[in-house]
Every structure is written in C-alpha cells, then in structure tokens.
C-alpha cells in the first residue's frame, strides 16, 4: 500500500542539487514528489505516495536530510556527513566510543560535508564530491550488487560511495599514487574500528618515545638509488632520516589496509616537511629553516585527525562494509581489453575525467611517488607524456600531432576542429610563447584520446547503461583575444559521433575549493549524463 510520505532537503544546497534530489526521491519512491512548504520562494520539504518504507529512502537518499513517515528518520548521509562535527576538535577517543553512533542528539551539517570519512583523506587536486556519486547510483537504478566503474578513478570519491551503497566497483588511473589513495580509501571500509585504534595508538606510542639508536629495517634505503637522490633534493638530510623513522614503524608495526593508510598520511605531510612551496601545484623551491620542521609532530597531527574521522564514520556506520573493489592502474584509452571480463556487466560509468591541459597531474604528486616508492623519478616523464590532458609536450611531438590534425584522418567533430583551427590561426599571428603555441596540438590529443575513452565505454557498458561525467570548461588567450574552450559542449559532440545518446546536462554552481590548489580551479562545471543504445 502506498503511504504518504515527506521528505526534507538540506537547507544550504544549489540549485544544481536539488536538481538531482528530486530526481534521486522520483526514481527511489516511483511517484513524482509535490512540493509541502516554501521558504524564501524555494521549497524544501516534498512528499511523495511510494510503497517503499520512509526507512528505506532515508538509506538511499543523498541530499535530503530526513524522511518522515509518521516519525522522522535523518536520512544515513546527513549521518555520515554529521560524523565530521564530532571530531572536529580532536575528541578522546574514548568519548568518540561514548557519542556515536548518534542517539538523540544530532549536531546536523550547516553547509556542504565533502570530507566525512574516507573522503577525508590525502589533500587531492580536482577531487569532486561524494553526493554526486550516491545521486547518480540512485538515478542510473543501479541495483543493489550491481557493478560501477569509474574509468578515472582519481582520489576513490567513486569507489567509496559505490561501496557505502552496496554496490561492487571497478575503476583505473594512470597515476599510481591515484590508485594507491583509491584502493586505500576502498579498503579502509572493510577495517575493525578495533584494529584501527589498536594500530593507531601502537604507532604514536613508537614515535613519542625516546629515540633508539638502531631501528628495524629503513625506508628510504630500499628505494631506487635515483629516488634517493631525488628526495635528497629536496629534503634536509635530517628532515629525511624523522621521515624514514615514520615510515620504518609503519611498516614495522602495521599491515594491509591499515599500513597503507598510515602511509597515505605521510604522504600528505611530505610538501610541508620539504623545500616544495606548499600551494603550488608543480614542484617549486622554497627553502625553510630546518628548526622550523618538525616531521614527527606534522605526521601525528595528520594521523590524529585522519584517525578519528574514519573511527568516528566506522563507529556510526556500526558495521564493516564489504568491499567488492579492484582498483588497478590502467589507461583508459584501453578499457575493453582491461575490462575485457566486466564487458556487458557495467550498470554504470561515474567519473570525473582529466581536463584540456588544465592541471600538471604527475608532477603534482612528484615527492609522494618517489618517496612511497610508487614510480621511479627515472619514469615519470615518460608516464606523464601519456597521461590525458597532459600539458608538457616535446616540440617534435607537437609537429607531429599536428600532422595527424591537419591530415584530418581523425573524425572528430567539426566544433572541436574549429577551435583547434581558430586558436592555431590566432596564435600564428602573434609571437607567443611556446605553452600557448603547442596548445592546439594538444587539445586535439586530449579531445581524440576522449573520443577513444567514449568508444571503449560504449564498448563495455550493459545496453541502456547511464555514463555519468562531471568536466569542466577552460579558456586561454590566442593572439591576443580570450578564446573560450566549451570542453562541456565539445565532449558531448565528440560522445555522439561514437553513437553514446545525451540524456541531460546539467551546469553546476562553482564551489568554492577549500584545498590547497584553489587557486587552479576551473571556470565552470556541469555533468554530462550519457546513456550507451540499448
């Protein structure tokens, strides 16, 4: 029997979220919802006659804060994202145990949560939000078990959220510290709250002791001698030997899940303990005074608060999810020979893809792969030329993209030419310098290595199967004039010239990047919605 049932927005979200809220209540609940209540012309709670229990949705839904079918019921994200208030001030321990899960008394999010649990992890350039996610799974109807991909898997948002909905997921990356951070975040949800806490205080009773003069095996020497040397670049010679001694306990002291997350919080410390200037995303100098370095102190504040974030979300959760995750480094212009064994299965693609030439992927991350020992120095040029939406570019390659560009062998999109033609004609007529000269050879590399993505998705999905992409527009200057690149609109013309159908796309409100690459946000974001032909 159908009951009546309402349900109650989050107060501070966009309009582009309540968008895709009353999507998500629509398809969970199988009826449209009729607005109840309006404040400041908006409204914000909503019924809906569905036979489905106000219990259930309140599990599923993503920006909706509670559900009231004769009681009120906060829904389980407004929970999760509630963990964050908890720790804010580096709880005890023990009264973490004593406040959660959530009883009476619930301290509810006043604005947007994007960092509750294992999303809390390891600072990451071009990270997108959770809630997208969980939306996306509810409106594809992506049923319980059912498998979700994310071809660019980046920092794990994807995976995390197809976990916590109960389904299984699969995902890629070419850069290997990506796939670290997204395995690690996957996994941690399958941890023991009582193994998190064992290892933790285990560690920094380790670290706050008074010094041994020898210690188990070390860190650093067992990395490739080209790393060494690298990081002795960059590293004061004592400054290395605190952060060898951290990572010696780590592996000396934990294992599995619970040893790679350690290591991931070092990791999120190595630009501040090192000469890198914290907030640039490429790797500059910027000498500091070694007395004013304290690595051990740094990693146990970092290991604290990422500690008691995912303790206080395992402790609400009450449960240890069961992850059904593979996570592998991939190049996404190969997905049907890497997904050869999903091919068919895929209910959903959710992802954020690399944008035209806007962010130095690797070389962000040069300190972490050489220190964790993810991707030899020796390698990372190498890598990073094959890397989508890759700015750096040999002068003999970009004459040779070029040539395949002119030859007009690629069948991409007339749109997508045009730009390339009309920003190549406009830089001809002035003396740039060589970024903005090799620019047109590298939007055709990035927009015919995008339309090879779109044709190995099409090629794996299950018939009917939704896409979901969130992709942000760029611009520059050629000769003089802003030129702006609609990579939205573009993208969904290079989608439809490999048979993939629009289903919507909707442009989403800037947010406001509080991490430490927020001066190298995007102009604009929207979300692409494909959906493969049936």
């Known amino acids: 029997m159908n009951k009546l049932i309402t349900c109650r927005m989050k107060p501070y979200i966009q309009p582009f979220e309540r968008t895709l809220a009353l999507q998500e209540l629509e398809v969970l609940a199988r009826a449209t919802p009729q607005p109840t ?23 599923e839904l993503a920006f909706w804060e509670a559900v009231c079918d004769g009681r009120t019921i906060h829904t389980t994200q407004s929970l999760r994202e509630s ?90 990356d070419l850069n290997p510290l990506s796939v670290f951070m997204a395995r690690t975040k996957c996994q941690l949800l399958g941890v023991k709250y009582s193994d998190m806490e064992e290892a933790y205080l285990q560690v920094r009773t380790q670290l706050l002791a008074p010094r041994n003069k020898t210690r188990g095996d070390y860190w650093v020497s067992k990395l490739s001698q080209v790393d060494q040397d690298y990081l002795k670049i960059w590293f004061d010679a004592a400054i290395l030997d605190e952060l060898d001694l951290i990572a010696t306990c780590i592996s000396e002291r934990t294992k599995g899940a619970i040893h790679d997350f350690m290591l991931l919080c070092l990791s999120n410390v190595l630009r501040q303990v090192s000469w890198q200037k914290v907030d640039d995303l490429r790797v500059r100098r910027e000498l500091k005074a070694v007395d004013e370095i304290d690595p051990i102190k740094e990693f146990l504040e970092e290991l604290g608060r990422s500690v008691r974030l995912v303790l206080a979300f395992l402790r609400q959760e009450g449960r240890v999810a069961s992850v059904n995750a593979e996570i592998s480094e991939g190049d996404s212009r190969q997905i049907s020979k890497r997904w050869e064994k999903w091919a068919g299965k895929i209910d959903a693609a959710i992802t954020s893809p690399p944008y035209a030439t806007a962010l130095p992927y690797l070389d962000t991350d040069r300190l972490s792969l050489c220190f964790l020992g993810l991707l030899p120095r020796d390698k990372h040029r190498a890598l990073d030329h094959e890397m989508i939406g890759n700015r750096e570019i040999a002068d003999a390659v970009r004459k040779r993209y070029w040539q395949e560009f002119s030859a007009k062998n690629h069948d991409l999109p007339s749109s997508v030419c045009d730009l390339i033609s009309k920003i190549q004609r406009l830089n001809l007529k002035a003396n740039v310098g060589f970024r903005r000269r090799n620019l047109p050879s590298l939007l055709f590399k990035y927009f015919y290595d995008m339309k090879k993505v779109f044709a190995e998705l099409d090629a794996v999905l299950k018939p009917g199967a939704s896409a979901f992409f969130v992709v942000g527009n760029n611009h520059t200057i050629a000769g003089g004039q802003r030129v702006d690149i609609e990579t939205v609109e573009l993208l969904q013309d290079v989608a439809k010239s490999v048979g993939l159908e629009i289903v919507e796309t909707i442009a989403m409100d800037m947010l406001i990047s509080r991490d430490i690459f927020r001066k190298n946000a995007i102009d604009s974001e929207s979300i692409l919605h494909f959906r493969r032909r049936s």
């Open 83 to 172: 963990t964050v208030n908890v720790v804010r001030n580096g709880i005890p321990l023990d009264d973490l145990m004593a406040q959660l899960p959530f009883k009476n008394e619930i301290s509810l999010p006043n604005r947007r949560c994007l960092r509750y649990g294992t999303h809390g992890l390891h600072e990451y350039r071009g990270k997108f939000f959770p809630q997208l996610v969980r939306s996306f799974i509810n409106i594809a109807k992506i049923p319980i078990g059912g498998l979700v991909a994310d071809p660019f898997c980046g920092s794990g948002t994807t995976g995390v959220e197809a976990i916590l909905a109960n389904r299984r997921t699969i995902g890629m």
């Open 37 to 59: 209540m309006a404040i400041d012309e908006e409204p914000e709670c909503f019924q809906v006659r569905s036979n489905k229990p106000g219990q259930a949705l309140a599990r």
